[in-house]
Structure formats: C-alpha cells, structure tokens
T-cell receptor
Framework: AQTVTQSQPEMSVQEAETVTLSCTYDTSESDYYLFWYKQPPSRQMILVIRQEAYKQQNATENRFSVNFQKAAKSFSLKISDSQLGDAAMYFCAYRSGGSNYKLTFGKGTLLTVNP | GAVVSQHPSWVICKSGTSVKIECRSLDFQATTMFWYRQFPKQSLMLMATSNEGSKATYEQGVEKDKFLINHASLTLSTLTVTSAHPEDSSFYIC?????????FGQGTRLTVV
C-alpha cells in the first residue's frame, strides 16, 4: 500500500517570504500522480498543483512550484511571495496511474502566514 | 470549471437516527465518486468508492452496514449514516471523478448528539 508522509505538522512564514513544505511517499508503482491540496478554514479542498510521475520537469503554478525527486520519493511544495490568503492546511496526496482516482493523503501541514 | 455540490453543509442529529448526505456533480457525469472522512485537525481518510450502478467498495475497517452508499445516477451519490452515534460525528467530504481530475464537494459537518 502507498503511504504519504508530511513531517511538518505546522509551518509559519512571513508575508512575501518563501516557504517549503515537505512530503515523502512510498510506492512500488511506476505510474502515479502527486498532488498538493489546500484546505482553508472553509474546509473546501482546493487543488494547488499536480505532478505526473513520468514527467521529469517540476510542475509550477504561478507562485507555487514543486521539487519532485522521484528516486528519493520526495515531493516538496514551494510557495513564493507568501500571501495572507495562503494560510491553510496543506495536504500532499498520491494517486495511482490509470483510471482510479482514489487519493491517499498525508496528515497535513498547517501553514500560518504572518503579516 | 466542474462543480461538485454536497448537501447539507452541516447537520445535527439525535443519536440513533439516520442522516443522508448528498453529493452531486453539477456539470459532468461522474461514474465514480469517493467518500472521505476527516476528524478534527486530521487528514482525509477514504471510506469508500462509489460506482454508478453497482455496489460501493469499502475500505478496510469501514462498516458497510453503517455507512450506506448509493450511486443510482451518473450525477448523484448518497451516503447514509445509519443509527448514528456521537462517535460518528465528523466532517464528511465527497469527491467526484471528472473528465480530467477529481473534484471535491464542500463537505458536511455531522454532529450527533
């Protein structure tokens, strides 16, 4: 079974600064996808960024980028120019390739952004 | 973008009663939907996979007789918590498999008193 580990229960960052959230995973599969989801106080899950395992290039979405290290099974999220609205719980998630969209989540990292 | 609507957003029920939560895909057909449970300050745990027109697949440790899932149409899945008890109080989130990715509902906070 796949596991996702987020070793940072809480992180804080100053507004406009950069923060990196860590995620490691364990799998024996070669075809899979990795995600970062944001869950603000409203509890709505919001997809931040997605990475296909077969792609070597790290995914980026505006101020959000990942450092995908496939051999090390590491998938960290970098948030640049942090904004107050970035404050939320962030979950790293794994899904197998194919048509099964079942997600396995890490325990989450609570990000606080200080003004 | 694709929208998944979950209803109700919160519900309070008495111990021993049943509660139904609906998950609708508003602008796409979802042959597969997922039901997750989230305890306070914890992660989302998959409870079951709901397949249109067939029986749901439950994760290990989830009581299928307690958490009844029905996926009778391509746009609607329901989760019924039967004979609810205070320990069933939690946040329940559905997710629908769309054309390219999965979309999440807004979640339902269930409180059993």
């Amino acid at each position: 079974a796949q596991t996702v580990t987020q070793s940072q229960p809480e992180m804080s960052v100053q507004e406009a600064e950069t923060v990196t959230l860590s995620c490691t995973y364990d799998t024996s599969e070669s075809d899979y996808y990795l995600f970062w989801y944001k869950q603000p106080p409203s509890r709505q899950m919001i997809l931040v960024i997605r990475q296909e395992a077969y792609k070597q290039q790290n995914a980026t979405e505006n101020r959000f980028s990942v450092n995908f290290q496939k051999a090390a099974k590491s998938f960290s999220l970098k948030i640049s120019d942090s904004q107050l609205g970035d404050a939320a719980m962030y979950f790293c998630a794994y899904r197998s390739g194919g048509s099964n969209y079942k997600l396995t989540f890490g325990k989450g990292t609570l990000l606080t952004v200080n003004p | 973008g694709a929208v998944v609507s979950q209803h109700p957003s919160w519900v309070i029920c008495k111990s021993g009663t049943s509660v139904k939560i609906e998950c609708r895909s508003l602008d796409f057909q979802a042959t597969t939907m997922f039901w997750y449970r989230q305890f306070p300050k914890q992660s989302l745990m998959l409870m079951a996979t709901s397949n249109e027109g067939s029986k749901a697949t439950y994760e290990q440790g989830v009581e299928k007789d307690k958490f009844l899932i029905n996926h009778a149409s391509l746009t609607l899945s329901t989760l019924t918590v039967t004979s609810a008890h205070p320990e069933d109080s939690s946040f329940y989130i559905c997710s629908a498999k769309g054309p390219v990715k999965a979309f999440f509902g807004q979640g339902t906070r269930l409180t059993v008193v």
